[in-house]
């Protein structure tokens, strides 16, 4: 599975039409300490670049965006409880919501790893 990345500082991975959505390493690390993450609700269409969940940390809350067209399909419940996995894991286990997309071809004008890093 590839991911994606967007200049916003989110992540995507695509298995099919359905797709992981998170934020990178380096907007965890901006962000600090999570104390609330919260998605949009289940069947909320979203268009690329459209806030799709709000994390807060102890500095700022943040919105998180959509990296392509798409509806919220779920949330991951685990960070309810437990919201610093988004620190601890957030390019695995604290992945924030799934989507199904509209057009997976739309992930192509995302950018690569190699591309992100340069950024």
Do not use: C
């Not at 992981?20 to 901006?30: D, L, R, Y």
């Not at 269409?45 to 919105?63: I, L, Q, R, T």
């Not at 695995?92 to 919501?97: S, T």
Request: no cysteine; proline share 3%; glycine share 8%.
């Amino acid at each position: 599975m590839t991911t994606y990345y967007t200049k916003s500082h989110e992540w995507i991975r695509l298995d099919g039409q359905e797709a992981t959505v998170g934020i990178t390493t380096h907007a965890s690390e901006e962000l600090g300490e999570l104390v609330f993450v919260e998605a949009k609700d289940e069947g909320t269409e979203v268009a690329a670049g459209d806030a799709a969940a709000v994390v807060e940390s102890v500095k700022a809350a943040s919105d998180i965006y959509a990296p392509v067209a798409g509806t919220v399909s779920g949330f991951n419940d685990r960070l309810s409880d437990e919201p610093t996995l988004v620190g601890s894991d957030p390019e695995g286990e604290g992945w924030i919501f799934r989507m199904t997309v509209s057009n997976p071809e739309e992930v192509t004008s995302l950018l690569t790893r190699e591309q992100y890093d340069a950024l």
